[in-house]
């Protein structure tokens, strides 16, 4: 049984999100599937997917509701969950075979995607990342009685992942790609070349601004005049053939 899980909590992502990666991610996986939502909100989710309630962190606002609160899975019980899990971000975008993520390095505890806005430093992004419940606890017990020293040291909660956890391997670099760094052209190219998806990516991911269906339209948000000369993208129609039910 291959086992992914998401978290979509408040009203930032609508059930759409989940849903269009259920189905990206059944088109990508053989065999049996376990896919958990983890939600405070089950209301719109297919039927598919299964809903248990989004744990949370015991900390200040507004820093229990950002991705902190990920770190809830390094719990040392997660109700109704066990073994390994592929955790995916409800923006991402499925476009190859998810199998050889279950199959990789499967002696290892934590795999996680390079994060290529800080590339060949050690750190991961937690967009996609395969864990085993229960294997580092410590990272989640440590997080609310040391908070305050944990974020006067590390700007964001993949920092603090991976200069914690004592088990960090990395994916393949070609698996996981950043859209704005590896699909977006550089400048000033991308006034006349529409975004590419590279031909090795299995999984894009879209932090921050554009999502995938603000991508798909060739819209990259930008409220100050001069960013919007680099903030600058034209439609990436193939996002379309990829998130979708």
Not at 144 to 155: G, H, K, Q, Y
Request: glycine share 6%.
């Amino acid at each position: 049984m291959k086992q992914i899980v998401c978290m979509k909590w408040g009203s930032l992502y609508p059930a759409e999100y989940a849903n269009k990666l259920y189905a990206m991610v059944r088109r990508h996986v053989e065999g049996p599937l376990r896919f958990v939502c983890l939600t405070d909100d089950a209301a719109g989710v297919r039927d598919e997917i299964e809903c248990l309630p989004c744990p949370t962190v015991d900390l200040r606002a507004p820093y229990n509701n950002t991705g902190w609160r990920k770190i809830s899975v390094w719990a040392q019980n997660l109700p109704g969950m066990d073994g390994d899990w592929l955790y995916l971000d409800l923006d991402v975008v499925v476009t190859g075979s998810l199998d050889v993520f279950f199959d990789y390095a499967p002696d290892k505890t934590f795999v996680v995607m390079q994060n290529w806005t800080q590339p060949g430093q050690g750190i991961g992004n937690t967009s996609v990342f395969r864990f085993r419940v229960g294997a580092h606890p410590y990272i989640y017990d440590k997080l609310v009685p040391e908070f305050d020293a944990i974020l006067a040291r590390f700007n964001n909660e993949q920092i603090y992942i991976s200069r914690t956890v004592t088990d960090l391997s990395f994916w393949p670099d070609d698996w996981c790609v950043l859209f704005k760094t590896h699909c977006v052209p550089p400048m000033p190219q991308r006034w006349w070349q529409a975004p590419t998806l590279p031909a090795s990516a299995r999984v894009v991911a879209f932090p921050g601004d554009p999502n995938p269906p603000l991508a798909v339209q060739g819209i990259w948000p930008a409220r100050k005049w001069y960013k919007k000369l680099y903030k600058h993208i034209l439609p990436a129609a193939w996002i379309a053939d990829h998130w979708r039910e």
